[in-house]
């Protein structure tokens, strides 16, 4: 999953360059491994990714203040936190 949540990451930065002022992406994290998913959020926001979509808890959230990105935290159809 990790693998493909890249290559989408990839992608959506490549579309969202071709208007910056207009698109803002959002990237797609997999926290199956929650180091590698912290490396993947990092990697987004180098990307220029405006944010994160996480479904899943993430107990690090010092980590995304830190990497200064919007991230939605929490399982799919229940309310979400954002930070």
């Not at 990790?2 to 992406?25: E, H, Q, T, V, W």
């Not at 998913?37 to 830190?66: D, F, Q, W």
């Amino acid at each position: 999953m990790s693998a493909i949540f890249r290559a989408y990451n990839d992608r959506l930065a490549d579309f969202c360059r071709m208007d910056p002022a207009r698109l803002k992406g959002i990237a797609m994290i997999n926290l199956d491994d929650v180091p590698d998913g912290i490396k993947e959020l990092e990697r987004a926001a180098r990307l220029g990714l405006s944010g994160a979509m996480i479904t899943v808890y993430l107990p690090r959230a010092p980590a995304l203040r830190r990497i200064r990105v919007r991230a939605v935290l929490g399982p799919p159809r229940r309310r979400s936190t954002c930070y």
